[in-house]
């Protein structure tokens, strides 16, 4: 397969991937605006501040209120990683592998990408955006299966697929990393009825909360950060994304499980064995957020050396940061790829 393809199928599904889960961000705090009691607001900058784009967010955006914050995440089209930016470049790695994806992918990204540009040009009410925020998520997932039925499952398929596993374990740490900045101005709250219903909300956000309802009976940090890191069946769970991600990889290679030939290998499976022997009394031990930003940085790496063994042909790590095709660059909140002009 040509380097070029696999980079742009890669992408394709981060992006979808990407925009699904920053929905699911913006979700956890109007779901919280209908939960919480009257004199209790929800807050904004959490959700700016787990991007790592904070900075970003400040030089064109006097406050951190619901109006700003979710024109930065949904339609800014100056920022890469708003929803609306993430389905642009989406479909200019679909329109760009056209002979390669079916004609239902790309019928899907089209759509997609044209309901919610057509979105951002509608007066903005927050009551109308919940249901964008679930069309958001449902266009998702058709790709998603639209993908699994109609295209072959060979190495590109396998590509999109560690595209979008990565990208969810990702996002699922930092929508648990959302929980934790906001309980930073108001730690008083911990084991309150509003911090029960701020877990609850998390996990409604990540699809979780009927599948963590058949494991436990009651709302518990650990047991929620438990099954959104280490469950082995949740498919939004870090330890399965990042498991079938190693799957795929195998997949990709040929190489048998449990063993590796390449630095992608073999980062991705020192992850996924860091996870298998983890328990959640470890994660705590040594501090839920600092380990959620160690994932995080561990996924990025997993993305770089991707890039270095199928994509980069050769390219020196020192210059990973200007590649060539794609002008990909890592930044603060995760890896990312601009379509070269």
């Known amino acids: 397969m040509l380097s070029r393809v696999a980079d742009s199928i890669y992408w394709l599904n981060r992006y979808i991937e990407r925009a699904e889960n920053v929905a699911r961000f913006i979700d956890v705090n109007l779901n919280l605006m209908l939960d919480l009691p009257a004199g209790v607001h929800p807050q904004w900058q959490p959700l700016v501040s787990v991007t790592g784009d904070m900075e970003l967010f400040n030089s064109r955006y006097n406050e951190a209120n619901n109006d700003n914050v979710i024109q930065f995440l949904t339609f800014d089209e100056n920022y890469n990683n708003s929803i609306l930016s993430c389905l642009k470049i989406a479909r200019e790695n679909a329109r760009s592998i056209r002979e390669v994806i079916s004609s239902e992918m790309w019928e899907e990204v089209n759509s ?170 470890d994660i705590i031990q040594s501090g839920l957020h600092e380990f959620l930003e160690g994932m995080q940085s561990s996924i990025n790496q997993v993305g770089n050396e991707i890039y270095t063994t199928f994509i980069a042909l050769g390219d020196s790590r020192d210059a990973l940061p200007n590649f060539s095709s794609n002008n990909i660059q890592v930044q603060s909140s995760s890896f990312t790829q601009t379509p070269s002009s």
Not at 200 to 218: D, G, N, P, V
């Open 112 to 281: 997609f990408y044209l309901m919610l540009q057509e979105a951002s040009t509608q007066p903005k009410s927050l009551g109308a955006l919940p249901k964008l925020f679930s069309q958001v998520k449902m266009a998702s997932h058709r790709f998603a299966g639209v993908m699994d039925a109609t295209m072959s499952h060979n190495e590109g398929w396998h590509f999109g697929q560690l595209g979008r596993l990565l990208e969810r374990a990702d996002k699922t740490a930092r929508i648990l990393d959302v929980k934790y900045f906001l309980l930073l101005p108001s730690a008083e709250w911990v084991g309150t009825p509003l911090d029960r219903i701020q877990w609850i909300s998390l996990l409604r956000s990540a699809s979780a909360y009927e599948m963590y309802r058949k494991c436990q009976h009651y709302i518990t940090p650990s047991y929620v950060a438990e099954f959104l890191i280490l469950h082995r069946q949740f498919p939004r769970s870090i330890h399965f994304s990042l498991w079938q991600a190693e799957k795929c990889l195998h997949e990709i290679t040929q190489t048998p499980t449990g063993t590796w030939c390449n630095s992608a290998e073999r980062a991705l499976g020192k992850l996924c064995s860091q996870l298998g022997y983890m328990t959640i009394e």
